[in-house]
């Protein structure tokens, strides 16, 4: 698990100079933005907070993220 503390403080790193970009917690798997649609990955407990890891995945639908998601390479 991600410590709510963290989760409290992380924001899309793609939006947060512009808008808020909060993050929702999905399935302790991902965290979704709820400005641009970014999902992020969270990998071994630890959220991947890298804008090119979020576009990756700003087309795939919530319910055909995989769970968990893939390692990083
Ligand atoms: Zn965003």
Redesign the pocket.
């Given at each position: 698990m991600v410590s709510q503390d963290l989760l409290d403080i992380l924001r899309?790193p793609?939006?947060v100079r512009e808008t808020e970009?909060l993050l929702v917690l999905f399935k302790d798997s991902w965290l979704i933005?709820q400005?641009?649609g970014?999902k992020y990955p969270i990998v071994e407990d630890i959220p991947v907070m890298l804008i090119d890891e979020g576009d990756k995945w700003v087309k795939t639908a919530e319910n055909e993220l995989p769970i968990p998601p893939p390692p990083m390479d």
């Open positions: 899309c793609a939006c970009g933005c400005d641009c970014r």
